[in-house]
């Protein structure tokens, strides 16, 4: 990363003469923890190339995620700048708030953390909105990655292909469409204990159907703690939002928006804590909580 300008820009955000003493990768290539003495505090810098296009967008995203997040109070990072021109700064950059926690996945969660896992998500989903600059609609998790959904239309299994077909051939549901993360696994969640304390990383936010986010942590809980905990992260969204609408069709869609390899997922998975997980573990659970969505959807 340039540390001139683009920190200078972060310390003018922060405050008229704050000073940087520390900048710390969150992940390799970014984003920075960065600390300021004056005062002492902590912000998340992302930054990406004026010419980047992808990087540019996700940025624009973040910024207006967090950005609707924060008005309406939601227990996301709050936004302090967001240079999206890359003319004060010379990067496209955005600096947030540091919250506190982890997002380390514990290996046995307790039926409390995914309750209130699935009650913090149906928080997000009170937030009515249409699409917006930056914040586009999103039909499947990480919809416009490049990834996901689509990198799933070929090859893999006959259960894969099965999924393909009965999804492909029917429509998406259509209700009212509610902010969403659209990238919403544990790993960018943060937790004090068992108490939540956040969403992170919204480079792929947007609006859609809430069932967006519900199947990819249903399917993300299944994967990682097996299906009793997908079932508890649907007791808490509905202790808040009441009936989840399509559920089946949204389980399928976030078990397609896996990898068809998902051993190209383990360095995540294994970075958030969980290197007892093999992809032969993860494969197995994918494929079992895919069959259980397809036996359910009509």
């Known amino acids: 990363m340039a540390v001139g300008p683009v920190l200078r820009w972060a310390e003018r955000a922060v405050a008229p003469g704050a000073g940087v003493v520390d900048v710390r990768d969150l992940r390799v290539g970014g984003p920075w923890l960065v600390r300021f003495e004056n005062p002492a505090s902590a912000a998340v810098l992302r930054v990406a190339e004026v010419g980047d296009r992808g990087g540019c967008e996700r940025l624009a995203t973040e910024a207006a995620a967090l950005d609707l997040a924060g008005r309406h109070g939601l227990p996301t990072p709050r936004l302090i700048a967001a240079d999206l021109d890359g003319e004060a700064s010379g990067r496209v950059a955005v600096l947030s708030t540091a919250l506190p926690g982890s997002s380390r996945v514990p290996v046995h969660p307790s039926a409390d953390r995914m309750r209130a896992l699935g009650r913090a998500a149906a928080a997000l989903h009170a937030v009515e909105a249409e699409p917006r600059p930056g914040l586009p609609l999103r039909r499947w998790p990480m919809d416009g990655a490049g990834a996901g959904f689509t990198a799933a239309r070929d090859g893999g299994s006959p259960l894969l292909a099965e999924a393909r077909e009965r999804v492909g051939a029917a429509p998406a549901p259509v209700g009212r469409t509610v902010l969403v993360h659209a990238d919403l696994w544990q790993g960018n969640t943060l937790w004090v204990g068992d108490s939540?304390?956040?969403?992170?990383?919204?480079?792929?936010?947007?609006?859609?159907?809430?069932?967006?986010?519900?199947?990819?942590?249903?399917?993300?809980?299944?994967?990682?703690?097996?299906p009793a905990a997908a079932g508890q992260v649907l007791d808490g969204w509905e202790e808040v939002a009441?009936?989840?609408?399509?559920?089946?069709?949204?389980?399928?869609?976030?078990?397609?928006?896996?990898?068809?390899?998902v051993a190209r997922w383990l360095p995540a998975i294994h970075g958030q804590g969980r290197a007892d997980l093999t992809a032969e573990v993860v494969a197995g659970r994918r494929d079992a909580f895919l069959r259980g969505a397809l036996d359910r959807l009509t």
Request: aromatic share 10%; glycine share 16%; proline share 4%.
């Open 196 to 226: 939540f304390a956040g969403f992170v990383d919204w480079e792929y936010g947007g609006v859609g159907a809430a069932g967006v986010d519900l199947g990819n942590l249903r399917c993300d809980a299944s994967l990682l703690a097996g």
């Open 242 to 261: 009441g009936p989840a609408d399509d559920l089946a069709h949204w389980d399928v869609a976030a078990a397609l928006s896996t990898p068809v390899d």
